[in-house]
């Protein structure tokens, strides 16, 4: 019987659980996280067979599968070093960085035990286990960096993860996290900064964010999102996503440049290019 130790059972890490459930429920699961609501959800809706301590569970797990913010993967990754593994035990984790864990990783050296780098590119602004789902990822890129997983390891993971319906990519670490920090970490930036910024200036008016519709709403559902899990991808990935941030701020000095001067054509031409590659991404 294979048994799978989820450490974090919020929105990824139960979506997870629930993939590999609904694909086999021979499968032993047990899910570690301080947080009892979601735990207790996950045990009455036998997602997960039990609860336990990281610590407790990790003698006996197959596959271990690292869930929570970038900053405690890392953390776990120290603790796991120091641990006796099971045999021909992986370790795998989800986190939106990758080189830091990549690097923790190394310090691993139980030599039947494989590492794997995990990324799934999707989510949700939505937190906490109950609100995970077996299709979260459907449709989606899931990144691999390989480690020192061997490829039995390798199938047998892509095997349980089967109904995720992903598209795997494996890359690099540093790859991994220049594009990340392009399509998903200084999207949150601009969202979380745009919120502010207009919710400070707002502060006075009666009606102020009530009023706020679609263009502002669909900007900025990512701002929602979970502060901890994002706090921890900034310290992360910090060299990548400031120099996003400098690419970024010159787009829009520009566009602030052609705004002031009335400069129609610039304008006209900005908007249409950002047109074309947005559409694009639908179809
Ligand atoms: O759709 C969302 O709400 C997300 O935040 C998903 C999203 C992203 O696209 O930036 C966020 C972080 C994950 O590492 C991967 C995907």
């Known amino acids: 019987m294979t048994t799978v130790l989820i450490s974090g059972l919020g929105l990824i890490g139960s979506s997870i659980a629930r993939i590999i459930r609904e694909g086999d429920d021979t499968i032993e699961i047990i899910g570690s996280d301080p947080n009892d609501d979601s735990s207790e959800f996950l045990l009455q809706h036998h997602i997960i067979n039990s609860r336990a301590k990281f610590i407790d569970a990790v003698p006996n797990a197959d596959i271990i599968i690292l869930a929570g913010p970038v900053s405690v993967i890392i953390q776990q990754i120290g603790v796991l070093s120091k641990l006796s593994l099971k045999p021909g035990a992986l370790i795998t984790d989800v986190g939106s960085t990758k080189q830091m864990i990549m690097d923790e990783a190394k310090k ?169 590659i947005r559409k694009s991404l639908d179809d």
């Open 108 to 276: 691993l050296n139980q030599s039947d035990v494989g590492f794997m780098g995990g990324h799934p590119m999707a989510g949700s602004h939505l937190t906490g286990g109950k609100n995970g789902s077996s299709h979260l990822f459907s449709g989606s890129k899931y990144f691999l960096v390989t480690g020192s997983q061997t490829d039995r390891q390798l199938r047998e993971f892509k095997r349980l993860m089967r109904l995720a319906n992903v598209d795997w990519i494996t890359t690099s670490a540093v790859a991994h996290d220049k594009l990340v920090s392009e399509l998903s970490h200084v999207p949150h930036v601009v969202s979380a900064a745009l919120v502010n910024s207009i919710a400070d200036r707002l502060q006075t008016d009666p009606i102020g964010l009530k009023a706020a519709a679609g263009g502002f709403k669909s900007t900025t559902r990512i701002a929602a999102s979970d502060p901890k899990m994002w706090t921890a991808i900034m310290l992360s990935n910090s060299k990548e996503i400031s120099s996003e941030i400098d690419e970024f701020q010159e787009e829009l000095r520009q566009l602030q440049e052609a705004i002031k001067t009335q400069d129609e054509k610039t304008i006209f031409e900005t908007f249409a290019k950002a047109q074309k």
